[in-house]
Structure formats: structure tokens, C-alpha cells
């Protein structure tokens, strides 16, 4: 059965910097585009950040541009969410899921993936 289990959340005061670790089990995902979201309390769960197979491409939510990086690793089957300058508003949990559609505009659509993790909170004080 194909899993995604996201590591690496806590908590950080602002200006700080998390690593989250995604590793998939089960199947290889390395065709799939892997993307990571977040869902604040009371908020519509949002795109942060989607990286193509191979890692040749990536997207970014203007929101964390220029402040986070995704990355992957397929012989390990792990994707990596590198999070620096972080905000308060970055508070959410924060999860990792895969999409089997190549990479394009699409890929910040949270419907578009089918495998979900369990999540993992980020908690950014000021």
C-alpha cells in the first residue's frame, strides 16, 4: 500500500528555519510530480510548493518564494521542504502528497493529487 509519511515539523520562532522530510513506501513516485501543502486552523487547506520528476522543475506559492526550497531524492524515495525566514503565518500543518499529471499549472491544484501524507505541524511564534 503506497504511503507518505512527513517528518521534520515543530516549532521555530520567526525568522527560523524547519526541514521536512517526506518518505514515500509502497510504490515508487518518482514519475509523479510531489508537492507539499499546508492548512492553517480554519483555512482552506493551499499550494506551497511542487517539484517535477527528475527535480528538473519547480513552483513555488508566491507566499514562500524566494524563502523555500523543494527538493527530491528519488533513490531514496524522499522529497524535502527546506523552509527559511519563516513567518508566523507559515503555522499550519503541513503535508506532502503526489500528483501522477506531468508538471505544469495544474500542479498547484490540490485535487490533481492522489496521495496524501498524514501530516506534520509547524508551529512559527513571534
Not at 70 to 85: C, P
Given at each position: 500500500?503506497a504511503?507518505?509519511v ?8 520567526a525568522?527560523?528555519?524547519l526541514r521536512?522530510s517526506?518518505?514515500a513506501?509502497?510504490?515508487t513516485?518518482s514519475s509523479?510530480v510531489m ?5 492553517a486552523?480554519g483555512k482552506e487547506?493551499e499550494?506551497?510548493a511542487a ?5 528538473t522543475?519547480?513552483?513555488?506559492a ?9 527538493s527530491?531524492?528519488?533513490?531514496k ?9 519563516l ?5 499550519a500543518v ?9 508538471m505544469?499549472?495544474?500542479s498547484?491544484i490540490r485535487?490533481?493529487?492522489d496521495y496524501?501524507?498524514q501530516g506534520?505541524?509547524?508551529?512559527v511564534?513571534?
Amino acid at each position: 500500500q503506497a504511503q507518505l509519511v512527513e517528518s521534520g515539523g515543530g516549532w521555530v520562532q520567526a525568522g527560523g528555519s524547519l526541514r521536512l522530510s517526506c518518505a514515500a513506501s509502497g510504490r515508487t513516485f518518482s514519475s509523479y510530480v510531489m508537492g507539499w501543502f499546508r492548512q492553517a486552523p480554519g483555512k482552506e487547506r493551499e499550494f506551497v510548493a511542487a517539484i517535477s520528476w527528475r527535480g528538473t522543475s519547480t513552483i513555488y506559492a508566491d507566499s514562500v518564494k524566494g524563502r523555500f526550497t523543494i527538493s527530491r531524492d528519488d533513490a531514496k524515495n524522499t522529497v524535502r521542504l527546506q523552509m527559511n525566514s519563516l513567518k508566523p503565518e507559515g503555522t499550519a500543518v503541513y503535508y506532502c502528497a503526489a500528483n501522477p499529471a506531468p508538471m505544469g499549472p495544474t500542479s498547484t491544484i490540490r485535487m490533481k493529487y492522489d496521495y496524501w501524507g498524514q501530516g506534520t505541524q509547524v508551529t512559527v511564534s513571534s
